[in-house]
Every structure is written in structure tokens, then in C-alpha cells.
């Protein structure tokens, strides 16, 4: 291959080839030959000539009928040399597009010379236009959205199969017809407002839903452009149509997810403050009792019912904790198939008492189960047994609440495999169990859906439900692994689908703490109380008194590491740190006073979740707390 255009020379005689090439080798790359034959055996081995130049009266073949079978070989273009008493071949080859020039014998040089530039040119922009032409037909026969182009009066004159179809037709069926002729009439004032837009602004964008078979709704990118204006002063525009639903659904997902994710470190932060409040208000209800000996009766029901009301506080405190960041999970193997036949009598005699509380002679639910696999086995997944066997049961007692007519409900179990994750914030690729649970009830409008996930958000009558399930269910699931989808629409009931982690090898059990066997109490240690909260140490010194030890109290850690320097030679025995502190938290504290004290023992109290802070086998309890949980500590603490 050269840069420049190479012209093949046909003639029989040599004196006129050397005479051509002499005019015309400065600009070109000349190749040339005596015999037709030989020149169509040229064209058929090189794919680069741009420009033939050939005489007609050849003794092998006439240069008309050469140039005739060349033009089937390439794309050349060709310039007939002739006499005058030719010319009736040459009006033919012309009118049977066998040449595109010609110049009669003897030739003018420059005349001849300009006609091979102008040949050439032409070759290279018919060579530029084949080349884009080839370029947009695989653009249109590859592009995965679909593409249209409209000429000035707005009729499709080029439409690829998947804008087409848009329209329930083939390509040939769209050219020459407009957007409004082809469109559900429903579009058509979304389309109408669109190239208004387009004719003021030179472009427009804009995403619709589109009603589909079964009432199903998809949604559709448009974006329609001017393309320019040409030597007419016409004007011609792009259609480009995409479907963009799961772009939408993945987007939605992971909205929600970080609102989740949001409402989590809330939930965590808002169930931290209440749980030190809990821990005044249940310690101090316990110290009452034990120093009101002789109390009547109607104080001590009283003390008892403000403990009781306290407990109550603690565990709703423990359900957000669990939905924050759920820690209390034991993740092992579980047969789901056999979970779920195991649960099956619970399930219904939970359903029926269920709607025994309502109102009487409400229709009965029934309750079936069904797998994908005829031999009813699924791979082993990964997850904690009994937070799965609550959340099946919380969800067939929301699906009974939503049948107040009777109905069924049906629990099933198949194999999903995801191949990539589809957005940021989505499940990995792998392998997952997805358990099913649908009903036949009133289902919930997009609005309700969008916010069944959030911690209080209720749609049952004040005193039937505190709006947790829901969330533990997904707190629980997500940070074992999976994921929930709901899909529901009025009318139409619900379905709520567990997506859980295939499980391909043993998992320990996370955070959850082992069966110890009771330990000595020891009495008469010296134990520091260090918590930035007055009422939650006040508390804690309490209970230690109350347990024979002395407690000295510090607000915080810095006061903590003075005060151990300064019990010299007498340091404590145990340091009970509350994990969460301003200034020094109760991890760095323990971190300064193991390098300097490595004998004194630590105790973390916390009322958050997370103990990932913290060293693994550090020793946690947990707030709110009574007077033999945290003796039992103490004595974990003394004899580990």
C-alpha cells in the first residue's frame, strides 16, 4: 500500500504506455501492462488501484468490455482513451456505468492529467462514503438500543431491528412513515411536547413509562438530536430509544439501600443513647428493690411494673441494634427444604391463632409449600437457623394480616445464579437459595413498598405490630450474606423472596457467645468504673458495692489511666470501660493501660452493636444489664 493513488496503464502499444507514464509518475504510482488479460489478472491480485486508464482497440479484447470485467473485480475508476471512430463504445460503456471518463487520442497532457486527479479523488471519497455506509449498517445492526434517522419532514430513512420493534414492526415497514403514525396513541402527547422541544432547543431527552402486555410497564430513554443542516438547508434528526427498566430498578435498589444503610447508623446511634438511659433506669429500679426491704405491696407491683416496662424498652433497643448491624447471628449450614418441612405445623398453627385475634369468622388461610427441584433438594446455604425460622414466620403472619378475605399462602424454595453483579451495592455473583413467600392478599401501592423495609413504618392499626419485623428480617439477611426483594402490586398480593448464600465450606459461628460454666464469685476486689455517663456509672458502682467489691468511679479514660497511677501500690484488680467515650474511648484506654498494667483485668461495657473495635477475645456485656448479669462477668473477667 502506498499514499499515492496507483493508476494501472493498459494499452498494446509500449511507446504509449512510456508516454503515459511520463505524464503522470510524479503524482501517482504507475503500474502498467500491454495485454487486457494481464491487467485483469493485476486487479484480481491487488485490492489498491485506484484509477485504470485503458485504450479501446486491443487486439486480446476491447478496452470497453476489459473495463467492463474489471468493474466486477474492484472499484477503480476507469477513463477510456479512444479515437473518434469509437465513439459509439464509448457512449455505451458510459451509459452502462463501465467508465466514468474518457479523452480521445492524441490526448491534451494537462486536460488528461486533471481527469486521472479527479478519477482518483472520486475513488477515495466513494472508497470513505462505502466505508461509513458499512460503518452505520453494523452500528444499526449491532447497537443494542434502537436508532432511527428521520429526514427533514420527520419519515424514518434509516431504522435499525430494535427501534422497529418498538413499534411491533420490521425495518422495511417504518421507512417513510413518521413517529406519530407508528406510536401507541397513548405517547403521542409525550411525543408531540418532545419535538417542540427538539425544534426550539436542537435536542431532547426524556425517560417514559411504556405500558406493556399483562399491564406490565417498562421504561424508555428517548433522545432525539438535529443533526445539521445540508447544502438544501435540510434538516435531519436521531431517534435513539432505550430500554432503561433495570437501569431504574438497580438505581431504585441501591437508593434504598443506602437510605437503609442510613437509618441503620441512626437506628444504631438513637438504640446506644436509650440503652445507657435503660441502664440507669433498670439498675437503679433493681437497687431500689433490693435496699426497700419491707416494702407493701402496691410499690413493690410498682417497681415491678416500671422493670417490666424497662425490659420491654431493652428489647425493642435490641431489635434496632439487630437491624443496624446484627451481631448475635450463628451462620452455619442449613438444609432449607427440611427447615421449611420442620416449620410447616408451626407455620400453620401460627397462622391460625393468628386469625383467631381478628375478628371473628374470618376466612381460613391456607398454607402450601412447593420446591423447583422435583426431588426437593437445594444446595446447603449459609445462615443462622433461627433468626430464618422467625423470619418465615413473621412473614406468613404479615401475609395472613394482608388476606382478610382468606386466601392462600405459599412458602417454595429455588436455585438462583447470579453470573456479575448488576449494580453497585447489589448482590455478588454466586450462588443462592432463594426462599419464597407470597400471598393472595391486598398487596401495597409503590409509596407503601418503598418504605416497608424502615424501622416503625407500620400500615397495621395502633397496638398490632411496632413496624420491626420487617427490618430485623432485612437486617438480618443482608449481613448474612443475601438479600430481600418484595414484589407487590394493589390487588395483586405479595411476594417477598430471601436470597441466601449457597454455603460452600464451614463458617464459625460470629459473635456468639458459648455456654461458660459458672465461675467462683470473688468478693472484696478493687474494681474502677470508667463511663462518661453519670446515671449508667452510678449504676455500675452500685451493683459492685452490692456484690461486696469496692468501686471507684472515673467519667472518662484519660481520668482513668491518673487514677491508676495514683492507687500505687494498690492498682485494681478489674477496669469496667464503657467502649464508647468522648476525648479517649474505652478501646484506646484498655490498649494504655494493658502496656502499663498488663495484670489488671478489663470488662467493656457497650450499648452498640459493633464489636469490631474492639480485640477479639475481649469480654463484652452488654447494655442494659442486671446485677447478676454483670457479676457473672466479673467473675468471667476474674478467672479467664
Known sequence: MTDRPVVLLVDDEPEILVAL?????????????????????????????????????????????????????????????????????????????????????????????????????????????????????????NLRAGLAFKDPDGRFIRINRNAAAFYGRDEADCLGRREEDLSDPALLPALHAAEARLEAEGRDEEVLPVSGPGGSVSWREFTRARLGVN??????????????TRQREMEARLRQAEKMQALGTMAGGIAHDFNNLLTAVMGSLELAVDMGAGLDDRTTHLLD??????????????????????????????????????????????????RREGAAGRPPVEIGMETADPGGEVPLVRTDAGQLELALLNLC????????????????????????????????????VVVSVADQGTGMAPETLARIFEPFFTTKDVGRGTGLGLSM???????????????????????????????????????????????????????????????????????????????????GGEEALAQIDAMAPHRPDLVVLDVMMPKMGGEEAARRIGALYPETRILFLTGYADNA?????????RKPFTQAELSGHVARAMGG
Open 21 to 141: 507514464t511520463d505524464l503522470l509518475e510524479d503524482s501517482f504510482t504507475i503500474l502498467s501492462t500491454t495485454s487486457p488479460v494481464e491487467a485483469l489478472d493485476i486487479l484480481a491480485r491487488r485490492r489498491d488501484i485506484d484509477v485504470i486508464v485503458s485504450d479501446q482497440r486491443m487486439p486480446e479484447m476491447g478496452g470497453d468490455v476489459m473495463l467492463a470485467r474489471a468493474r466486477g473485480m474492484c472499484d477503480a475508476q476507469a477513463i477510456l482513451l479512444t479515437g473518434y471512430a469509437d465513439i459509439g463504445a464509448v457512449a455505451a460503456a458510459l451509459n452502462q456505468g463501465r467508465i466514468s471518463f474518457y479523452s480521445h487520442k492524441p490526448w491534451d497532457g494537462d486536460a488528461l492529467r486533471a481527469m486521472v486527479v479527479q478519477a482518483a479523488h472520486r475513488h477515495k471519497l466513494e472508497g470513505e462514503l462505502q466505508t461509513e455506509r458499512m460503518l452505520l449498517r453494523g452500528l444499526l445492526g
Open 231 to 244: 447544502a438544501r438547508g435540510e434538516a435531519y434528526s436521531v431517534l435513539i430509544n432505550r430500554d432503561v
Open 305 to 354: 411494673n416500671a422493670m417490666g416496662a424497662a425490659r420491654r424498652g431493652a428489647d425493642l433497643t435490641r431489635r434496632l441494634l439487630n437491624f443496624s448491624r446484627p451481631r448475635d447471628l450463628s451462620l452455619q449450614p442449613v438444609d432449607v427444604n427440611a427447615l421449611l418441612r420442620g416449620m410447616h405445623d408451626l407455620l400453620v398453627q401460627g397462622v391460625t391463632a393468628r
Open 397 to 432: 403472619l404479615n401475609a395472613s394480616d394482608a388476606m382478610p378475605d382468606g386466601g392462600g399462602i405459599m412458602l417454595s424454595t429455588h436455585v438462583a445464579r447470579l453470573e456479575a453483579p448488576v449494580a453497585e451495592g447489589d448482590l455478588p455473583q454466586g450462588e443462592y
Open 473 to 555: 428480617i432485612y437486617g438480618f439477611v443482608r449481613h448474612a450474606g443475601g438479600d430481600v426483594r418484595v414484589t407487590s402490586a394493589p390487588g395483586q398480593g405479595t411476594q417477598v423472596d430471601l436470597y441466601l448464600p449457597v454455603h460452600r465450606c464451614p463458617v464459625a459461628a460470629l459473635d456468639r457467645p458459648e455456654a461458660l460454666e459458672p465461675l467462683p464469685v470473688r468478693k472484696g476486689l478493687r474494681i474502677l468504673v470508667v463511663d462518661d455517663e453519670d446515671t449508667v456509672r452510678t449504676v455500675t458502682a452500685g451493683f459492685l458495692r452490692g456484690m461486696g467489691h469496692e468501686a471507684i468511679e472515673a467519667s
Open 613 to 621: 473495635v474492639l480485640p477479639e477475645d475481649a469480654l463484652v456485656l
